[in-house]
């Protein structure tokens, strides 16, 4: 609950800093007043224009119909690396630090210029233009982000799929969005383990009919099966192209990527972002958010599986000729104390990562950081959960020295950029609170009937307005967009999450208020889980839902029905287990199983959830209303075999 600590602006921050406080009021304000005249001034002043916009938005929440600088012509990689090349082409654009903590390389904007005009040229050459779907499924390697950019280049739409997904959720994503052609590595090494790449690859294409090409890059050396005529290896390709390739100009509302996440339903949902609006917002919030200036290392420890690598490890900072490092390996390997160890020797100014680490080496002591000098550091970041006040203290005393402003930054797969987030040089901080509205946003909190709450108070979190990054579509299934997001509050964007304002205008960000859990930072749908459990022969029926977890945030806990006659096992409960690790990837599997005889149902047959939570959180003697169940007897069991969590 309300955290009474605030933390001022240190002085030395705000003295330099882009944005102070002073700024921030009368900016913000302004962004509300005058969007039109307030975001034309951000399009020209961080994205450079083919073709200047006839109209800067036009937006009606009623459709779901989003436009931003309509009639606007760009190409986002020539203004993520061409446009660096006259002025900072030997500066350093990537640092890329390996798993094995004795290989890191240096990229710069005229070398990583090179190697995407490269890749466009092997892409063209394969078929791949303007509009074609490509799969990138890649560990954190340099030719990630190169993937990306040479996409982007000639107007293809990236799709990339995290490396910790599963065969399975690959080919679901390769088919939703029809994509042409996959790029790959053999294996990845994450803490010297290897990743099978490319024989998840092989599992998934083998139901892919569409993809024509795979291009493989070579990362680990390890044995690979190899399919004649479909399969090319990367190097070779791109030794072989051309380093000369034009850019393709891009209407601002032409799509960029499609990006898959977790809804409350069971099918993941392609979030499609396009061009102009999500580069402006992309550039202005990583210089603004974390106060960026011309030379400092920056590190976004985000995988470019999610938004967080897409919007701050490559295109925010990119467009802004920062320098961003890219880390293939794991906080923990070969020690807990290699966020550190990294920060010392690329002497990182900026650095960004989410709860779930910082919680998990809170837990293993003050040692491994303080065998650290850190001296570079400036600014802290966090991002894609709540960050509890004990896990903030910790980063802000321990790991900054109490030196460095720590920005939570709340945003979605769907806002595409920071949305509420403290400013360093502007915001006093509170610990555990995400603070105030980015320029531009107007955000809101509604009551349950959907009405504004003015002031303090609680209730769902919603914006009353359109932003330049906000997502345009799903894939292929606009009434699912419109259905999701714009019907449940008529006139508002509805994020799924709760939020508390208090007094000073602080949004606290509460979690969740859908079928949607937060495990580690990754968001993973319940029903989603629970189509993979019902796919094993013996399951009659699974519920799936979160409990509060000391690391990951929320871990997941799952009831399960057997169908009639068959009895729980150990193994049964490792087979599913293995299942959902399998069909959805590692990160979603199960932390508890309860074998149960039957789950708790209104008359009507709803499953209610709210009860199975608060078993699975260990709140007993606050199950709330218990009375339109259909059998009461039912919840006496379930409590009873509860299983101990957390
Ligand atoms: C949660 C990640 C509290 C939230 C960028 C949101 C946060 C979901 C924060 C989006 C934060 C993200 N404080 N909660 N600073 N950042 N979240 O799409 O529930 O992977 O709806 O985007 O993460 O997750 P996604």
Same mark, same amino acid.
Request: charged fraction near 25%; hydrophobic fraction near 40%.
């Given at each position: ?54 109209q800067v938005c036009d937006w009606d929440f009623q459709r779901a119909h ?129 990743? !099978? ?11 892919? %009919?569409? =993809? ?42 032409d799509p960029l990527f499609i990006l898959y996440t977790s809804g409350s ?8 972002? *396009? ?55 794991? !906080? ?46 400036? =600014? ?25 402003? =720590?920005?939570? *930054? ?13 400013? %360093? ?30 002031? !303090? ?144 149902? *209104? ?12 078993i699975a959180a260990g709140q007993i003697d606050d199950l709330g209303d ?21």
């Amino acid at each position: 609950m309300p955290h009474e600590k605030v933390y001022p602006v240190p002085p030395q921050i705000a003295a330099r800093a882009h944005i102070d406080a002073e700024r921030y009021r009368t900016l913000y304000a302004r962004s509300l007043q005058d969007p039109d005249g307030f975001w034309s001034e951000q399009a020209e002043r961080f994205i450079t224009w083919d073709r200047r916009w006839e109209q800067v938005c036009d937006w009606d929440f009623q459709r779901a119909h989003i436009r931003w600088f309509e009639g606007g012509r760009l190409n986002a990689c020539v203004n993520c690396l061409d446009r660096h090349l006259d002025t900072r082409g030997d500066q350093t654009a990537l640092i890329w630090e390996s798993d094995d903590p004795a290989v890191s390389r240096r990229f710069t904007y005229r070398e990583l210029h090179a190697q995407v005009c490269r890749l466009a040229n092997v892409l063209k050459n394969h078929g791949i233009g303007k509009g074609d779907r490509v799969c990138i499924y890649l560990p954190m390697i340099p030719e990630a982000a190169v993937a990306m950019l040479a996409c982007a280049r000639i107007g293809a739409i990236h799709s990339v799929v995290f490396g910790g997904f599963s065969a399975e959720a690959l080919r679901d994503r390769i088919l939703d969005a029809d994509c042409r052609l996959l790029i790959t590595a053999d294996e990845g090494l994450r803490g010297a383990k290897h990743v !099978p790449l490319k024989a998840n690859a092989d599992q998934a294409l083998s139901e892919c %009919p569409g =993809i024509r090409t795979v291009l493989v890059v070579r990362r680990s050396g390890g044995e690979i099966g190899w399919t004649e005529g479909r399969d090319v290896w990367y190097h070779e390709a791109v030794a072989a192209a051309s380093e000369d390739c034009p850019p393709e100009s891009m209407e601002a509302e032409d799509p960029l990527f499609i990006l898959y996440t977790s809804g409350s339903t069971g099918k993941p949902k392609g979030v499609l972002h *396009t061009t102009g609006g999500y580069m402006v917002y992309a550039a202005m919030t990583h210089k603004y958010v974390f106060d960026y200036h011309d030379g400092e290392i920056y590190w976004c420890t985000a995988d470019v599986g999610w938004v967080t690598g897409h919007t701050y490890l490559v295109y925010g900072p990119l467009a802004n000729g920062a320098v961003t490092l890219m880390f293939e390996g794991v !906080p923990t390997w070969p020690e807990p104390d290699r966020f550190w160890q990294v920060v010392d020797k690329h002497q990182v100014n900026i650095f960004y990562t989410a709860p779930t680490a910082i919680r998990a080496l809170m837990r293993l002591g003050e040692d491994y950081v303080k065998r650290t000098s850190r001296r570079s550091l400036r =600014i802290l970041g966090t991002v894609g959960e709540p960050i509890n006040p004990e896990a903030w203290e910790w980063y802000y005393h321990v790991v900054g020295e109490e030196r460095c402003p =720590i920005v939570d *930054t709340w945003w979605q797969t769907e806002t595409g950029g920071h949305m509420i987030t403290p400013l %360093p040089g502007a915001t006093p901080l509170k610990p555990g609170s995400a603070a105030w509205p980015f320029f531009g946003v107007e955000a809101v909190i509604l009551d349950d009937k959907g009405k504004e709450i003015e002031g !303090p108070g609680e209730g769902v979190l919603a914006i009353k307005r359109a932003w330049p990054a906000q997502a345009r579509t799903l894939y292929g299934n606009h009434q699912r967009f419109l259905e999701t997001y714009f019907k449940p509050y008529p006139g508002y964007y509805f994020t799924g999450d709760g939020a508390r304002r208090d007094e000073d205008g602080y949004f606290w960000i509460t979690g969740r208020v859908d079928d949607v859990l937060n495990v580690s930072g990754h968001r993973l749908g319940t029903a989603e889980i629970e189509s993979a459990l019902v796919e094993h022969p013996a399951v009659a029926e699974a519920a799936v839902v979160g409990f509060p977890h000391d690391i990951k945030g929320q871990g997941i806990y799952v009831y399960v029905i057997l169908k009639e006659g068959l009895q729980p096992s150990e193994e049964l409960q490792r087979e599913l287990i293995e299942l959902v690790s399998r069909d959805i990837g590692p990160i979603a599997k199960p932390d508890v199983i309860q074998f149960a005889r039957d789950l708790p149902k *209104t008359r009507s047959g709803k499953i209610m959830r709210r009860i199975l939570r608060k078993i699975a959180a260990g709140q007993i003697d606050d199950l709330g209303d218990t009375s339109t169940l259909a059998d009461p007897s039912v919840v006496e069991e379930l409590i009873h075999n509860r299983i101990q969590a957390g």
